[in-house]
């Protein structure tokens, strides 16, 4: 059934008793021309079916979808009234979702309606299935939930708190113990300590390495078995650039990472220290330590979108120079000109 055409009219707002907005109309008759008796069709709404009543169109009773109360509507519904038509059939109103309702009840209903006058009870809420998500709510930092209605969640917005004791941080540094704590959407956290495997298996061909440091947290990836009977088991730790330490330089290729020094890698070495990461842009810092720089952690000639923390003084191509040490000046060249290059993982100055 098409519904009739909808005339202008003048309204006035009035409270409804559940506090939903109601509709009326100040003038006209808001069923069309319903004039005289009714003598056939229907006689009352309940010989009409659900959400439909019975309406008189010049004395002849017709169920139309519609409504005269709340009652007559859905468990969530109200009765809009004030429909004004030209034509019949035309009900009294139509149910429509209650812009007042509050099914978590926390005191705050969805939405922000102004036609809806809600006595006690205040909009805005974004979530009207959740009591302790509404506006002016503590927003946690670690929950994937908008809980204060503002737009932002988790770390993204400001005003984020952190679960029991943690700490707010913007990055693991803040957290201290690089390696062991990390920063986890803005809030300090240890890190988990993945078990060393024994990787007694295939007659001693296999041994546990590690898979790495996360490059956001420091945290540790875990460990992986390798097939590495080949490499010995001379101790002499070399740092990856995935930010882990290897036994030994033949370890270290097992893992498809590039060397990046001598030595066991520095607490938070691999770690970005520039460029965006979740809802924090990197500032190029590495540290309290003053043993790391930021260097651009892409070939010579391309463009990184993240640099990492190095040991000062390591590189792995000439562009790394001078590898967050001071660089030779002309005085050292006796009026030449400095040029540095990477050679075996070292800045190295000559003269032009």
Known sequence: ??????????????????????VGT????????DAGQQTAGCLTDDACGAGQVCVNCSGVGECTPGCRADSQCGERDVCQLGTQCQTCPCPPGWCILNPCRDDDSDGFVPGD??????????????????????????ELCKNYRDDNCDGKYDERDPTC????????????????????????????????????????????????????ANPVTGCSYG?????????????APVCGANGSTYDNLCL???????????????????????????AVTLD??????????????????????????????????????PAGEAAPTPADCDGGTPVLRCVSNACVSSCT
């Open 26 to 33: 100040s003038v006209g008759n808001p069923h069309g021309d």
């Open 113 to 138: 309606d102004p036609l809806a006058t809600c006595p006690g009870k205040q909009k805005g809420d974004c979530d009207d299935r959740r009591a302790d998500v509404h506006p002016g709510a503590v």
């Open 284 to 321: 190029g810092g590495c540290g309290p330590s003053g043993q790391l720089y930021c260097r651009k952690s892409c070939p010579s000639g391309t463009t990184c979108g993240y640099s990492q923390c190095t040991k000062k003084g390591v590189c792995l191509a000439d562009s790394d120079c």
């Open 161 to 212: 708190v952190c679960e029991g004791a943690a700490e707010r941080c913007n990055d693991s540094w803040e957290c201290g113990g690089v390696g062991t704590s990390q920063c986890n959407k803005g809030c300090c956290e240890p890190c988990s300590m993945p078990t060393k495997p024994t990787c007694n298996f295939g007659g001693g061909q296999y041994c546990a390495q590690r898979y790495g």
């Open 1 to 22: 059934m098409m519904r009739a055409t909808l005339a202008i009219a003048v309204v006035v707002l009035t409270a409804c008793p559940n506090g939903a907005p109601r």
């Open 223 to 235: 460990w992986t078995c390798d097939v590495c009977g080949s490499c010995g088991t001379t101790v």
């Open 252 to 278: 270290l290729n097992l893992r498809r990472t590039s060397r990046l020094h001598d030595g066991e890698c520095l607490p938070g070495e691999g770690m970005y220290c520039d460029g965006p990461v979740g």
